[in-house]
């Protein structure tokens, strides 16, 4: 089951069953990081990880009569920003609202509160049988400190495995490396090719990870606590995510964050995405 209450009087409460949830839903780790780009070098400043935040956008497939349960208690007045509501639901329909280092928010240990950043909800009929979609855009409110990180399930990784810092046993990733050239390309009046160098030459790119909750549960843990500092992506000799070969200790790779905000997306009960844009911290070496 999964059910929501209003945390204000008259405590109204709506409740369905574990397939109204649609797998696909969304959740944004925000962090307080400001991240500045400037002549090829990325810099940081953090603000800590009690500022961070989170925000998730999921998808209800409801009955006629469950979505006119639901148009009951999304009334207009949850939209006033002192109102928020709870959610909660049973441990076996897999519903990790608050992100996969956070366990289901099941009744015995009480429900994740959060508020509308949306004024309101959309939906729309979905097929022949009646079912209507309901979309939510809502901030987690007043989340407890995460949970101890789960153990490695095991220690004995092939040592070419791939890793995020100090996560290993990761499945391999999607890579889309940029390697950006600090130059102005144009051409003249006769025809000739110019070129006018600016600064310092620039390599991203962009990790596409899928795993399992616990694996995605340390890689978020890792990741907001070395938050804007350098760590090492490791894996095989061929393994180059900026699209080129390293010649000193092949296979690994110092890098940095590019973006303060971690997306990652439930797809199914145990498989998760998740994308990544990162600098080539070894330029800061250069």
């Given amino acids: 089951m999964i059910w929501f209450r209003r945390n204000v009087s008259p405590y109204v409460y709506a409740a369905f069953g574990n397939k109204a949830l649609r797998f696909g839903y ?6 307080a990081l400001t991240i500045d780009r400037f002549n090829g070098r990325v ?3 953090d603000r800590g990880q009690e500022y961070d935040y989170r925000t998730v956008e999921f998808v209800l497939s409801l009955t006629k009569e469950e979505m006119h349960e639901m148009t009951k208690f999304l009334d207009f007045r ?58 939510l855009r809502v901030l987690l409110y007043g989340l407890p400190t995460p949970p101890p990180v789960p153990p490695q399930p095991n220690s ?49 790119t962009t990790l596409s990870i899928s795993d399992t909750t616990q ?44 973006d303060n905000t971690i997306t990652l997306v439930h797809n199914t009960w145990d498989t998760w995405t998740m994308s990544l844009k990162l600098w080539n911290a070894e330029a800061a070496n250069d």
Avoid at 246 to 258: A, I, M, Q, S, T
């Fill in 43 to 45: 810099s940081s400043f």
């Fill in 78 to 135: 949850l939209a006033a920003v002192d109102e928020y509501f709870q959610l909660f639901a049973s441990s076996d329909n897999g519903f990790f609202v608050a992100g996969p280092d956070f366990p289901p928010p099941e009744s015995g240990g009480g429900g994740y509160g959060m508020t509308l950043l949306d004024n309101g909800y959309s939906s729309m009929k979905l097929d022949h049988f009646g079912n209507y979609e309901c979309r």
């Fill in 156 to 204: 004995n990784w092939p040592r070419k495995s791939f890793e995020i810092g100090s996560v290993a046993g990761l499945r391999d990733p999607k890579i889309a490396p940029k390697q950006e050239i600090a130059a102005t390309r144009g051409v003249s009046l006769g025809g000739q090719p110019t070129v006018i160098r600016r600064l310092t030459d620039e390599a991203t």
């Fill in 215 to 258: 694996s995605m549960a340390r890689i978020v843990s890792y990741l907001q606590q070395v938050r804007g500092g350098t760590f090492m992506l490791r894996g095989c000799d061929n393994f180059w995510p900026f699209g080129g070969a390293r010649d000193v200790n092949p296979g690994e790779w110092p890098v940095r964050l590019l």
């Fill in 26 to 31: 969304s959740i944004q780790i925000r962090m």
